[in-house]
């Protein structure tokens, strides 16, 4: 399994950044999808969750309102659409796959059996 995290750069405060992980395999319908990010100095934290039929989403209250977790299952991709960006959503982006026909919580990475690599958001001020 392999997830490939894209989409990071750096922005000025208020503004937007979509980030996406491509997924291999040709059953990623049926796995839950998560995006985790972690700051310097700082434990990595949950930020989003979609479930494997797509039905329910999970967001830290950091980012409710703000981030949108999404996934295009035709392009085994689960994206995270980041608006109002602030200073404090620096981090190393992270985006992890359950196991399958997950049903568990989606807040905990020890949930998530696979790591993609990180994607740099940089917000200014």
Do not use: H
């Amino acid at each position: 399994v392999q997830l490939q995290a894209s989409g990071g750069g750096s922005v000025q405060a208020g503004g937007s950044l979509r980030l996406s992980c491509a997924a291999s395999g040709r059953t990623f319908s049926s796995y839950g999808m998560g995006w985790f990010r972690q700051a310097p100095g700082k434990e990595r934290e949950f930020v989003a969750g979609i479930s494997w039929n797509g039905r329910s989403t999970y967001y830290a209250d950091a980012v409710t309102g703000r981030f949108t977790i999404f996934r295009d299952n035709a392009k085994n991709t689960v994206y995270l659409q980041m608006n109002s960006l602030k200073p404090e959503d620096t981090a190393v982006y992270y985006c992890a796959r359950t196991e399958q026909y997950y049903s568990g919580s989606y807040y905990y990475e020890g949930n998530y059996a696979y790591w993609g690599q990180g994607t740099q958001v940089t917000v200014s001020s």
